[in-house]
RNA sequence: GGGGAGGUUCCCGAGUGGCCAAAGGGGGCAGACUGUAAAUCUGUUGCAAUAGCUUCGAAGGUUCGAAUCCUUCUCUCCCCA
């Protein structure tokens, strides 16, 4: 099998193919341009969001060509896919501000280059073809190509028309499929990948240009990421683990990758790391406390990825420092951990501990503070806090910092300035 | 356009005049147990705080008193066209 195929299969990237040995036969011969559809929707990607660019990656780095598609023009139509309600809308002003965001957090896996360096990606957005488009051209040239019963044998669409399906969003497929059509004419692009949600607008992609333009092209899924508990990649209570440090710390970051569940381990290395393979078999072989290790490893190199070595020595030093000193009252590097910043006078004066912690990003409310004090979670400096009354002065401070520890997991730093 | 059913606290979902800040489940948070895991058990889950304040799509109204009754508006879903 071809080199770049066999390194997505073995990490376990392949879930469907149109056509895998036929594929496998065109990626002998040369590079292939194929590309990977990216939703604007959002200022910033989530690491569910990333399959497919690490994909993309390995593809990259065996010599192929990627195409990363912003899908401008058709964000602002919503795709029912896996979706229960329809997308919200978005401008155009949105959507170029959100590519251009998204196009850098791309830019950690994948080697950019708009002047089209060999081999080098590029990244497109379907606006430029989609916003012009004539209806009634469109109807009679493309349109007529699909069929509203095939389309409504789709799993996608089944689920939606149990709770309603707006037209536009039915159209989604249509213009799916013409962008694949499009880079076919224009770029050459013979592959689209994409999430396994993503099969039946892919599948209606091939068939497209093989009626329009009698040609073969290839469509291939990657599976779709799921938790071994149940719950959905990339989503923690608080929201998606964003990509953007603004959004979701590096530390915290970090913490989510250490925290996966054991059975998540290996398949997450191979997918969310470049780490060879032989490497990840060893790890593999840990168990009990010592997948640990494999953990630490998972969140390091993920965390390298994406924020870079700097964050990822930073927030693996916060982490060390968090947990394994914890009661000894010693911490190496705090700089990882988020923070607040209070005026030394205004503690000298004492602070409530509930108002303290309601202050952090650690309690929303004074009542949710009030909760975590009565239920002894609140620790300040190592010290546990012993009841709601307590008055936090700068007899408490360490260093001209307080750490705040809200749980088990939970730290917050509070700086003190002059 | 006609007819019908609905909008309840993070989610699902009870609740038809006072005993409702609102059952139950999920989720979250905290505690115990642990490996910064899973599973399990316990507590907690509007704001504030010993009073009190603001919630049940929105705005009015009836009443000593409404999530529950009336009016208007609004949104969603279903059936017919």
């Known amino acids: 099998m071809n080199k770049a195929l066999q390194v997505l299969k073995d990490r376990g990237f392949i879930k469907q193919c149109t056509d895998l040995e036929a594929l496998d036969a065109l990626m002998e011969k040369g590079p292939v341009k194929f590309y990977v559809g990216v939703d604007p929707t959002g200022s910033s990607l989530h690491v569910g969001h990333m399959v497919p660019f690490f994909a993309m990656h390995h593809m990259q ?25 329809m997308r919200k809308m978005l401008t155009i002003d949105q959507i170029n501000e959100n590519a251009s965001s998204i196009r850098g957090q791309l830019g ?3 080697d950019f280059d708009e002047n089209r ?8 957005n379907n606006y430029d073809w989609l916003g012009g488009l004539n209806y009634l051209e469109f109807l009679r040239d493309i ?24 037209f536009i969003e039915f159209n989604y497929q249509l213009l799916q499929s013409y962008d694949f059509l499009t880079l076919f004419r224009d770029e050459g692009c013979r592959l689209q990948m994409g999430g396994d949600d993503q099969w039946g607008n892919i599948v209606a992609g091939v068939e497209l240009v093989r009626r329009c333009e009698r040609d073969e092209c290839y469509g291939l899924t990657f599976p779709l990421v799921s938790r071994a508990d149940g719950k959905k990649m990339g989503k923690t209570e608080k929201g998606a683990v964003f990509l953007s440090p603004e959004l979701f710390s590096p530390y915290e970051f970090f913490q989510y990758w250490r925290n996966v569940a054991d059975a998540d381990v290996v398949k997450f290395l191979k997918m969310f790391t470049f780490l060879p393979l032989e490497e990840i078999d ?8 010592e997948i640990n290790r494999a953990k630490e490893i998972l969140a390091y190199e993920q965390t390298k990825i994406i924020h870079g070595k700097e964050e990822a020595d930073k927030a693996r030093e916060a982490a060390k420092a968090a947990f394994s000193n914890q009661g000894s009252g ?15 006078s205004e503690l000298a004066a004492g602070i409530n501990v509930m108002d ?4 952090t990003e650690l309690c929303k409310t004074k009542s949710d503070a009030r909760r975590l004090v009565v239920q ?21 401070v360490n260093d001209g910092e307080l750490l705040l520890r809200a749980g088990k997991k939970r730290y917050f730093r509070v700086v003190l300035t002059d």
């Open 356 to 359: 303290l912690y309601a202050r």
């Open 143 to 166: 349109g007529k190509h699909f069929s509203v019963n095939r389309m409504l044998t789709f799993e996608s669409y089944k689920q939606r028309l149990e709770r309603g399906l707006s």
């Open 376 to 396: 002894g979670g609140a620790t300040i400096e190592n010290k546990k806090v012993s009841g709601i009354d307590v008055t936090i002065d700068d007899s408490w």
């Open 61 to 85: 780095e065996a010599g192929h060509n990627p195409i990363a598609l912003v899908g401008g023009g058709t964000s602002m139509i919503g795709d029912p896919s896996g979706k229960t309600e």
């Open 282 to 289: 060893e790890l593999a072989k840990l168990e009990d406390q």
């Open 330 to 344: 010693v911490a190496i590097d705090r700089e990882a951990i988020p923070s607040v910043e209070i005026p030394m």
């Open 108 to 110: 950690t896996v994948i």
């Open 117 to 124: 360096e060999s081999g080098k990606a590029v990244m497109l």
